[in-house]
């Protein structure tokens, strides 16, 4: 099964989390942006955002300006200034032209008023994204890294520990699923759909045997990552966390 799948093929959905303590707006775009491929989180605050980017890996943020306990611009100096480098779209409702220049001068990426178009949102985002992966010399910088993993997007390589893994194109696309989703739980039915593709008809026990090699292989490297959550699904985080 495995030489027959690419690695080129890989899928990888961008990870969005989307910052308004106005449910009905999180809800919009975030259906709009799944729509898309995107795979969404929320947060209904400042310091909620804050919290969220320091757990987890994102490939970018779109913040409302004005939240309930810290204003957006505040969040993004306080990411940057943390050295976080994640594309920042801010959201708001203030349009002149001093707030956009604090807001980007902040750190921000982009700058869209409400009310605002979804298309133009999306649009902006993959601008957004296409202009991020690239450093100032061309040179790719696209990673997924939670504690001691590293896997890189562009060479499909992982990293456990600072030991180089070798992983076969399918345990690949399943641990990038599960890194893209960290600390999430998982259903067998959502990892079958995101890494085999929603026309698998084979046995779903699949899923438990790949998470047996992915085991065997980073195991020997520091602590296990890959966790099952008894009834659910899997999840990758810390044990007992």
């Given amino acids: 099964m495995d030489d027959q799948i690419g690695l080129k093929q890989v899928p990888i959905a961008p990870h969005v989390l989307i910052v308004d303590d106005e449910e009905s707006i999180t809800e919009l775009v975030s259906t709009a942006f799944e729509l898309e491929g995107f795979i969404t989180d929320s947060a209904t605050s400042g310091r909620k955002a804050v919290d969220k980017v320091s757990r987890g890996h994102y490939d970018l943020l779109i913040l409302d300006v004005m939240l309930p306990d810290l204003w957006g611009v505040d969040v993004c100096r306080h990411l940057r200034e943390g050295g976080v480098k994640t594309p920042i779209i801010f959201l708001t409702a203030k349009d002149a032209t001093e707030d956009k220049v604090e807001g980007l001068s902040a750190g921000g990426d ?57 992983l076969t194109p399918t345990e690949f696309k399943l641990l990038t699923y599960l890194a893209i989703n960290p600390r999430r739980v998982l259903t067998r039915a959502q990892i079958i759909e995101n890494v085999w593709g929603i026309d698998f008809q084979g046995d779903y026990s699949i899923v438990e045997t790949y998470i047996s090699y992915l085991r065997k292989k980073l195991d020997v490297s520091g602590a296990s990552l890959i966790q099952t959550i008894r009834g659910i699904g899997y999840s990758l985080r810390l044990p007992n966390s």
């Fill in 110 to 166: 982009d700058y869209i008023t409400k009310p605002f178009s979804l298309e133009e949102l999306i649009a902006r985002a993959y601008a957004v994204l296409r202009r991020s992966t690239s450093d100032n010399n061309g040179v790719s910088s696209n990673k997924i890294i939670f504690e001691d993993l590293v896997l890189s997007l562009d060479t499909y390589e992982v990293w456990k520990a600072g030991h180089l893994v070798t």
